[in-house]
């Protein structure tokens, strides 16, 4: 099984700040890689798809990066919507998905 | 409108079982990927199980209880659960799935199913 860590667990920024959330693979996943974010009591949302493609209706201020067994996801200015948790998924054996990293307000 | 709509959750007693359905539409169902994801309170997510072209995957934690099928005439995805378990307990998402076990485009609002005595 391919085991996915993200870090931080928690992250604390302001309106404004660049944020990067990281996600490792325990094993190379080549770019089938993809980012959610979710807020309390809402259903997920994909937001980047093979590791750097954004999802149609995705806000540009939202990137990924990565191959392999790192990526990154980067929000260029944090916006008061964007305060929610962040999953990364790999999807190139089965699937599995990282704990998960909150974004809260500072 | 891409739609899917879960039902069947509910309480059922550990060893028990019971089945999940996903009403899909505005799309192209029969040529769609599908899959379920889980979400037990206050916890992350969890890929449970995709079913592509009549081939099913299942996460090692489900594997031999639970059971994915769909049918097509009735663009309606199914989850057969069966033996649950306490940890079962979570809320269920029916999601479009784009390449076989990811990503998930399209989810619905949940089923929750409840495992306890």
């Known amino acids: 099984d391919i085991q996915m860590t993200q870090s931080p667990s928690t992250l604390s920024a302001s309106v404004g700040d660049k944020v990067t959330i990281t996600c490792r693979a325990s094993q190379s996943i080549s770019s089938w890689l993809a980012w959610y974010q979710q807020k309390p009591g809402k259903v997920p949302k994909l937001l980047i798809y093979k590791a750097s493609s954004l999802q149609n209706g995705v806000p540009s201020r939202f990137s990924g990066s990565g191959s392999e067994t790192e990526f990154t996801l980067t929000i260029s200015s944090l916006q008061p919507d964007d305060f929610a948790t962040y999953y990364c998924q790999q999807y190139s054996s089965y699937s599995s998905f990282g704990p998960g990293t909150k974004v809260d307000i500072k | 409108e891409v739609q899917v709509l879960e039902s069947g959750g509910g309480l059922v007693q550990p060893g028990g079982s019971l089945r999940l359905s996903c009403a899909a539409s505005?799309?192209?169902?029969?040529?769609?990927?599908m899959s379920w994801v889980r979400q037990a309170p206050g916890k992350g997510l969890k890929w449970v199980s995709s079913i592509s072209d009549g081939s099913t995957y299942y996460a090692d934690s489900v594997k031999g209880r639970f059971t994915i099928s769909r049918d097509n005439s009735k663009n309606t995805l199914y989850l057969q659960m069966s033996n649950l378990r306490a940890e079962d307990t979570a809320l269920y998402y029916c999601?479009?799935?784009?390449?076989?076990?990811?990503?998930?485009?399209?989810w619905g609002q949940g089923t929750l199913v409840t495992v306890s005595s």
């Open positions: 505005g799309f192209s169902f029969s040529s769609s990927a």
């Open positions: 999601a479009r799935t784009t390449v076989i076990t990811g990503p998930f485009d399209n």
